[in-house]
């Protein structure tokens, strides 16, 4: 009770009142005090309060880091520190700093925080910047290497040899470790005590300041993969894509391993020394300074960044896809922000340049968006009546409303998807050759559309012989029900729905609150252009993935985003699921999986 009235005291400090010099004198003795050990963290934070009022910023930042890496069990009050931190270098803005502190806020922060979910979005639209930001860094500094011989040979010669002093010092300890476990073995011979060994873990001392020294920099963590990310997604990707890459087979134990970070080949290759390579690059700094402009200017509303942005864009690669749209986006700011030379200038270049495009129009009649914005919905309900039509197999009705598409809806922003329809009804009631024509047309009139790379696999599966024809598509495909198997959790998530990460993150925190004990992965991909999987996997036997289906549609707390939603979740082994996504038969194993699987609630 006395500790926090002594708290609330400094936190309820008023600069006007002349008392700062009692109330820091107050505080430092608490910090001395070692009863108070385990309260560190909310000391340094009343200072750093204290810090901030007076207008010391340097000494209020120290503080609040120190209240983070003091807090030993207080997750809360390591999160608003950390948290705290973060605001402070976003309204610099410093968003680097402030990225990194927000995502070490979120490995902490209880889920039931009041501002949980704006701490949340905040912390996403900062990680989408500052991987951005680090794509144009790196890609910058790839290309310096790839266009100046002299600096490169440099930049490498360095890289090599630090990587070979490295390889020695390893090599020293080593050699330092093997003398000292040789000594300490012949020293020790004959001794019962078995911890006197160097070796860590032997070490009760040792040992024991080292658990200390952990509480205290990262609090009670549970004992799980990547304990520290509060985006476990990117990990679990990776993990799942390196234990695919690697390959023991031709393995030999008795070869010498060179490592390669001592050879020049090993940089270079990461260079873009080929005109294909440097394409890519280049690629990849114009996707990143487009997604940066609208980041600052949607998520941030930091218009003088996002113009720096969409300018450095237009002004190194000209001839972009992004020029025109880059233009009206700074035409939109130039009206936000009330500049009239730059809404000229911007204005002009559009209607000299595009004037038969949608952004001249807008700019020659603001009705025009919102009209357009009100035809989008007429579009999306059109569309959405068109594929329930084709989900029911009334394929001739499906050609029928999509050939009215053209002529309804002129120049609509889902043509693509009305034609991809058309091509797979097509399929469903024409010949093999109709089929691919279809198809073919589709890839020619829409070859930047994701409904493009479907028809593209498609048309891939009928050259390695996979008949698709109407026999194939209407027959029902032999699922087999058992129950010794594993099985994978489905979710089904509308393409439209673009909070596919966030629901992999909250699945990961559901995973590792309720099944800590399991190894669960989670993978994410696209069944057709509708819809994507979040697939879980895997769960050993018929019992264990029908407790994970019931607890997950059952948990309102960690799932109640996803759960409100309604969409369809299944079970399936690993047999099925192969049949399942090669014929993309969503609504197929739906029906399979209702009438053999009891997870009545």
Same mark, same amino acid.
């Given at each position: 009770?006395?500790?926090n009235?002594?708290?609330?005291?400094a936190?309820?400090?008023?600069p006007e009142?002349g008392?700062q010099?009692?109330?820091?004198?107050?505080?430092s003795?608490m910090?001395?005090?070692g009863k108070?050990?385990e309260?560190?963290d909310q000391?340094?934070?009343?200072?750093?309060?204290?810090?901030f009022?007076e207008?010391n910023?340097?000494l209020g930042?120290?503080?609040l880091?120190?209240?983070?890496a003091l807090?030993v069990?207080?997750?809360? !009050?390591?999160a608003l520190s950390?948290?705290r931190l973060?605001e402070l270098?976003?309204s610099?803005p410093l968003y680097?700093?402030?990225?990194a502190?927000y995502d070490?806020?979120l490995?902490v922060?209880?889920?039931d /925080?009041s501002?949980?979910? +704006?701490?949340?979005?905040?912390?996403?639209?900062l990680?989408r910047?500052v991987e951005n930001i680090?794509?144009v860094?790196?890609?910058?500094?790839l290309q310096?290497?790839a266009?100046?011989?002299?600096?490169r040979?440099?930049i490498?010669?360095e890289? =090599? !040899?630090?990587?070979i002093? @490295?390889?020695?010092?390893?090599?020293?300890e080593?050699e330092?470790?093997?003398?000292f476990?040789?000594?300490?073995n012949?020293?020790?011979i004959?001794?019962?005590i078995?911890?006197s060994?160097k070796?860590?873990?032997y070490?009760?001392t040792?040992l024991?300041?080292g658990? +200390?020294d952990f509480?205290?920099n990262?609090?009670n963590r549970?004992l799980?993969d990547?304990?520290?990310r509060?985006n476990?997604?990117t990990?679990?990707s990776?993990?799942e894509?390196?234990e695919n890459d690697?390959?023991t087979?031709?393995?030999d134990?008795?070869k010498?391993?060179?490592?390669?970070?001592?050879t020049a080949?090993?940089?270079?290759q /990461?260079i873009?020394?080929?005109?294909k390579m440097?394409?890519?690059?280049h690629?990849?700094i114009i996707?990143s300074?487009?997604?940066?402009g609208n980041?600052?200017?949607e998520?941030?509303?930091d218009?003088k960044?996002?113009?720096i942005s969409?300018?450095?864009l237009i002004?190194?690669?000209? +001839?972009c896809?992004?020029k025109?749209?880059s233009?009206?986006?700074?035409?939109?700011?130039?009206?936000?922000?009330d500049?009239?030379?730059?809404?000229q200038?911007y204005?002009?270049l $559009?209607?000299?340049?595009?004037p038969?495009?949608?952004?001249?129009?807008?700019i !020659?009649d603001p009705s025009?968006?919102?009209?357009?914005r009100e035809n989008r919905?007429? =579009?999306d309900?059109y569309?959405?009546?068109?594929?329930?039509?084709? #989900?029911?197999e009334l394929?001739?009705?499906?050609?029928?409303?999509?050939?009215k598409?053209?002529?309804?809806?002129?120049?609509?922003h889902?043509?693509?998807?009305?034609?991809?329809?058309a091509?797979?009804?097509?399929?469903?009631?024409?010949t093999?050759?109709?089929?691919?024509?279809?198809?073919?047309?589709?890839i020619?009139l829409?070859p930047?559309?994701?409904? #493009?790379?479907e028809?593209?696999?498609?048309?891939?599966? $009928?050259k390695?012989?996979i008949?698709?024809?109407?026999?194939?598509?209407t027959?029902?495909i032999?699922?087999n029900h058992?129950?010794?198997s @594993?099985?994978?959790f489905?979710?089904v998530?509308?393409?439209?729905?673009?909070k596919?990460?966030?629901?992999? =993150?909250?699945i990961?925190?559901f995973?590792s609150k309720?099944y800590s004990?399991k190894?669960?992965? $989670?993978s994410?991909?696209?069944v057709d252009?509708?819809?994507?999987?979040i697939?879980?996997k895997?769960m050993?036997g018929?019992d264990t993935?029908?407790?994970?289906f019931k607890?997950?549609?059952?948990?309102n707390?960690?799932?109640?985003d996803?759960?409100i939603?309604?969409y369809?979740y299944f079970l399936?082994?690993?047999k099925?699921?192969a049949?399942?996504?090669k014929?993309?038969?969503?609504?197929g194993y739906? +029906?399979f999986?209702n009438e053999n699987f009891e997870?009545e609630?």
């Amino acid at each position: 009770m006395m500790f926090n009235a002594k708290i609330s005291r400094a936190l309820s400090f008023d600069p006007e009142s002349g008392e700062q010099k009692d109330i820091k004198k107050m505080l430092s003795r608490m910090v001395r005090d070692g009863k108070n050990a385990e309260f560190l963290d909310q000391i340094h934070y009343a200072l750093a309060d204290i810090a901030f009022k007076e207008k010391n910023e340097p000494l209020g930042i120290d503080h609040l880091q120190k209240s983070a890496a003091l807090s030993v069990s207080n997750d809360k !009050q390591k999160a608003l520190s950390y948290l705290r931190l973060g605001e402070l270098f976003y309204s610099k803005p410093l968003y680097m700093e402030s990225q990194a502190y927000y995502d070490s806020c979120l490995t902490v922060l209880p889920e039931d /925080y009041s501002r949980y979910e +704006t701490i949340y979005d905040r912390s996403k639209s900062l990680t989408r910047l500052v991987e951005n930001i680090i794509i144009v860094q790196e890609e910058d500094s790839l290309q310096k290497l790839a266009n100046d011989e002299g600096y490169r040979n440099k930049i490498v010669e360095e890289l =090599v !040899q630090k990587a070979i002093d @490295e390889e020695e010092r390893k090599k020293a300890e080593l050699e330092n470790d093997n003398e000292f476990n040789t000594f300490n073995n012949n020293s020790t011979i004959g001794s019962s005590i078995p911890n006197s060994g160097k070796w860590y873990f032997y070490n009760n001392t040792t040992l024991g300041f080292g658990f +200390t020294d952990f509480r205290k920099n990262w609090g009670n963590r549970k004992l799980e993969d990547n304990w520290r990310r509060s985006n476990k997604e990117t990990v679990a990707s990776f993990e799942e894509d390196l234990e695919n890459d690697l390959d023991t087979s031709d393995s030999d134990s008795t070869k010498v391993k060179i490592n390669e970070k001592t050879t020049a080949e090993y940089y270079l290759q /990461y260079i873009p020394l080929t005109d294909k390579m440097m394409n890519v690059s280049h690629n990849k700094i114009i996707e990143s300074l487009y997604a940066l402009g609208n980041i600052y200017r949607e998520d941030f509303q930091d218009y003088k960044n996002s113009i720096i942005s969409f300018e450095d864009l237009i002004t190194r690669y000209d +001839t972009c896809r992004y020029k025109l749209p880059s233009w009206y986006n700074l035409y939109r700011i130039s009206l936000l922000i009330d500049d009239d030379a730059m809404k000229q200038k911007y204005q002009n270049l $559009i209607l000299n340049n595009y004037p038969e495009s949608e952004y001249a129009r807008i700019i !020659q009649d603001p009705s025009y968006n919102k009209v357009t914005r009100e035809n989008r919905k007429r =579009v999306d309900n059109y569309y959405s009546i068109v594929f329930n039509l084709y #989900s029911d197999e009334l394929y001739n009705k499906v050609l029928v409303r999509c050939e009215k598409a053209k002529s309804i809806f002129a120049d609509n922003h889902l043509q693509d998807h009305f034609d991809f329809l058309a091509a797979m009804a097509t399929g469903h009631i024409n010949t093999i050759d109709t089929f691919k024509l279809a198809l073919e047309n589709v890839i020619t009139l829409h070859p930047q559309s994701e409904v #493009s790379v479907e028809a593209k696999r498609i048309l891939e599966l $009928i050259k390695k012989g996979i008949k698709v024809d109407v026999e194939e598509t209407t027959t029902v495909i032999p699922y087999n029900h058992v129950f010794d198997s @594993e099985f994978n959790f489905v979710v089904v998530v509308p393409g439209k729905d673009n909070k596919a990460n966030k629901y992999k =993150v909250d699945i990961s925190n559901f995973n590792s609150k309720y099944y800590s004990d399991k190894t669960f992965k $989670i993978s994410n991909i696209f069944v057709d252009p509708l819809n994507r999987l979040i697939i879980i996997k895997s769960m050993d036997g018929y019992d264990t993935a029908i407790d994970y289906f019931k607890s997950f549609k059952l948990n309102n707390d960690n799932l109640k985003d996803l759960n409100i939603k309604g969409y369809q979740y299944f079970l399936i082994s690993k047999k099925n699921f192969a049949l399942f996504y090669k014929n993309k038969d969503i609504k197929g194993y739906t +029906t399979f999986f209702n009438e053999n699987f009891e997870v009545e609630l």
